[in-house]
Nanobody, 126 residues
Framework: QVQLVESGGGFVQAGDSLRLSCAAS????????MGWFRQFPGKERDVVAV????????YYTDSVKGRFTISRDNAKNTVNLQMNSLKPEDTAVYYC???????????????????WGRGTQVTVSS
């Protein structure tokens, strides 16, 4: 079991930066691939970024490449999403998720993830 709690969301202007954090509890965090997803109103959750259990492999959706960076600290049981050059179209609820099979970095689909946080709202104003 892994429990996930996101933090760091907020209201910012276009071009600003935000750093989302996800605190995990449970003994298996260091063996899980971790992902960040976002959900636009009325839409399904889309993958934003994924990082493998040891942090050696990452995946980014095209729209955030070069702007967002996913990282993790297995000693602290945290995974972060640094978001730079934010755009209004980044406005969404952002979710942290854990894949205990550590394969989602190769196949970044929501159904790879067994555990989810409750989400944090990010709003980017133009």
């Amino acid at each position: 079991q892994v429990q996930l709690v996101e933090s760091g969301g907020g209201f910012v202007q276009a071009g600003d930066s935000l750093r989302l954090s996800c605190a995990a509890s449970g003994r298996t965090f260091s063996t899980c691939a971790m992902g960040w997803f976002r959900q636009f109103p009325g839409k399904e959750r889309d993958v934003v970024a994924v990082i493998s259990s040891k942090g050696l492999t990452t995946y980014y959706t095209d729209s955030v490449k070069g702007r967002f960076t996913i990282s993790r600290d297995n000693a602290k049981n945290t995974v972060n999403l640094q978001m730079n050059s934010l755009k209004p179209e980044d406005t969404a609820v952002y979710y942290c998720a854990a894949d205990p099979n550590n394969v989602a970095q190769y196949s970044p689909r929501a159904d790879r993830f067994n555990y989810w946080g409750r989400g944090t709202q990010v709003t980017v104003s133009s």
